[in-house]
């Protein structure tokens, strides 16, 4: 049972567009979602991360939004570059666990 | 990086043998994890480490072991290697003042099973 859905599993924009990745969580007692970006041949990059208590957090072009009565939680990248093609991981943890699931990726392509 | 480092960084072995991952940190966090990275299934936590000697299972941790018999190693062996766990092998790091915070990832490991 995949407990952080995310979608799309892929996305192409051109340069300067706001890509929105959406992730969705069932565990009410997750209380920490973070944002990876991980480029070809490396490992995951910690991007930006979010608690329940806002609703929005930015850093840089980018943004977490986050809608706790819907267990629903977005990342956009503002004015995107074609360096931020990568894949995006969101990811959940919190409650009684030690342990961070994550959702299966998105693929982002930024055309010059 | 975080001071991890992962070793080897690539492996090619053989169905049935053992194989063994090590992933090495400098900074003394007290949480380690070993994920494995999939197509179509994001990352996966194989086990976790919460301190020297101290371990947990993952949602995927059939076929694999882990032992922490120091703060700065924690290794992962695949105990009869199969085509299954021909994957690419994830370490983390927890670096927060909270029991899970703040995770970074190592470099990697590409493990092929034939």
């Known amino acids: 049972q995949q407990q952080v859905k995310q979608s799309p599993q892929s996305l192409i924009v051109q340069k300067g567009g706001i890509p929105i990745i959406n992730c969705a969580y069932e565990n009410t007692a997750f209380d920490y979602f973070p944002w990876y970006q991980q480029f070809p041949g490396k490992g995951p990059a910690l991007l930006i991360a979010?608690?329940?208590?806002?609703s929005e957090k930015k850093e840089g072009r980018f943004t977490i939004s986050f809608n706790k009565s819907a267990k629903q939680f977005s990342l956009h990248i503002m004015d995107s570059q074609p360096g931020d093609s990568a894949t995006y991981f969101c990811?959940?943890?919190?409650?009684?666990?030690?342990?961070?699931?994550f959702g299966t990726g998105t693929s982002l392509t930024v055309i010059p | 990086d975080a001071g991890i480092t992962q070793s080897p960084r690539h492996k090619v072995t053989e169905t049935g043998t053992p194989v063994t991952l090590r992933c090495h940190q400098t900074e003394n966090h007290r949480y380690m994890y070993w994920y494995r990275q999939d197509p179509g299934h994001g990352l996966r936590l194989i086990h976790y480490s919460y301190g020297v000697k101290d371990t947990d299972k993952g949602e995927v941790s059939d076929g694999y072991s882990v032992s922490r018999s120091k703060t700065e190693d924690f290794l992962l062996t695949l105990e009869s290697a199969t085509s299954s766990q021909t994957s690419v092998y994830f370490c983390?790091?927890?670096?927060?003042?909270?029991?899970?915070?703040?995770?970074?990832f190592g470099p990697g490991t590409r493990l092929t099973v034939t």
């Open positions: 990811a959940a943890s919190g409650g009684t666990g030690n342990q961070f699931y």
């Open positions: 983390a790091i927890s670096a927060g003042q909270r029991t899970i915070y703040e995770q970074y």
């Open positions: 979010i608690r329940p208590d806002v």
